[in-house]
């Protein structure tokens, strides 16, 4: 399977994007990503994921609005899975501790962000 390919830090970073979706808002991702992992790491992980074609930009006119100050910066976009493979693919790897444990974070950090 072309998921045990990826690096480590690329197959990490898609672990935690599938937790939250088929698609997703990548500052959702980095909300909780960035408590573990350093920024650095999210963009090289988010850059082979594109370049692999497994992660592609959501294009609306809404995001094209909401961010059109942010052109060169992805953290305000949303992303998608290129396929539904893919991201079944990573939630069915994950150990059900492990999805259980990112879900946690993924809703305490997501909690706190509206707070």
């Not at 997703?24 to 850059?47: G, R």
Request: charged share 25%.
């Amino acid at each position: 399977q072309r998921i045990d390919c990826l690096d480590d830090q690329t197959r990490n970073f898609l672990k935690y994007c599938s937790i939250l979706g088929q698609e997703f808002e990548l500052s959702n991702v980095l909300q909780f990503y960035k408590e573990i992992h350093p920024q650095k790491t999210m963009d090289y992980a988010l850059q082979v994921a594109l370049k692999e074609k497994i992660l592609i930009e959501v294009n609306s006119y809404e995001n094209f609005l909401t961010n059109s100050n942010l052109r060169h910066n992805h953290r305000g976009k949303r992303f998608k899975f290129s396929h539904e493979i893919w991201w079944k693919s990573l939630l069915k790897i994950m150990l059900s501790k492990t999805k259980k444990d990112l879900n946690q974070a993924a809703a305490t950090s997501m909690i706190s962000k509206v707070i």
